[in-house]
C-alpha cells in the first residue's frame, strides 16, 4: 500500500515570498490534515479536511496560509507571504474517516524561510 | 483544552534493557491516546494507539505502552532495546469523539539513544 505522498521534501525561500506544497494521502482516506512541526516541538494541526470540506482551522493563520481540497483527494497548502517564523516542517496526514482510525504521515515539507 | 507532557527530552539506554518513554495528558473526558516515532529526515510513524479496553496496548516492533486513567499516564516501553530504535517519540491525545476535530495533540518529544 503506497503511503502519504508530499512534494517538494525540501524549499528555501525569502521572507515575503509565497510557497505552496502538495499532498496526495493514501488512497480510500477522506480524512486529510496538515500539521506544523517547528524544529524542537511536537507537530500541530493546521487543518483537517473531511473529503473536500474543512473541519478544523481553528489553528490556520488565515492571514497568510491557505488550503484547499478541490476533489477531495489531492491537497495543496500556500502560505503567502512567508515569514521567518514560518521556517517548519509541513506534514501532511490521512486516515480512514472511522472515529477510531489513526493518522498515517507523509514524510514532510522542510521549508526554510530566509 | 488538552495537552500532553513528556518530562524527558532525551532518554538513554544501553542495548538490551528495558527502556520506558514517559508521558502523562490531560483532556476532557475520555482520551484517544497514541505513540509515533520520528526518524531522522522521516515522518511520523505509528507505533501503538489506546481507544478502549485492555490498558496494556501492544504494538509495532515490539512496543507496548500502559494505560493508566487514575496517573492519566500513557507510558512507552519496551523490553529490550535495540540501537535501531534510536529515535525521537512523540505522545499524542485527542478527546474520544465520533465526529468533528480529530485534532492530535502532540507532546514535544523525547529523544531515545540506545547505546551499544
Known sequence: EAGVAQSPRYKIIEKRQSVAFWCNPISGHATLYWYQQILGQGPKLLIQFQNNGVVDDSQLPKDRFSAERLKGVDSTLKIQPAKLEDSAVYLCASSDPAWNTEAFFGQGTRLTVV | ?116
Open chain 2, 1 to 116: 483544552a488538552q495537552s500532553v507532557a513528556q518530562p524527558e527530552d532525551q532518554v538513554n539506554v544501553a542495548e538490551g534493557n528495558p527502556l520506558t518513554v514517559k508521558c502523562t495528558y490531560s483532556v476532557s473526558g475520555n482520551p484517544y491516546l497514541f505513540w509515533y516515532v520520528q526518524y531522522p529526515n522521516r515522518g511520523l510513524q505509528f507505533l501503538l494507539k489506546y481507544i478502549t479496553g485492555d490498558n496494556l496496548v501492544k504494538g509495532s516492533y515490539g512496543f507496548e505502552a500502559e494505560f493508566n486513567k487514575s496517573q492519566t499516564s500513557f507510558h512507552l516501553k519496551k523490553p529490550s532495546a535495540l540501537v535501531s530504535d534510536s529515535a525521537l517519540y512523540f505522545c499524542a491525545v485527542r478527546p474520544v469523539t465520533r465526529a468533528g476535530s480529530y485534532q492530535l495533540t502532540f507532546g514535544k518529544g523525547t529523544k531515545l539513544s540506545v547505546i551499544p
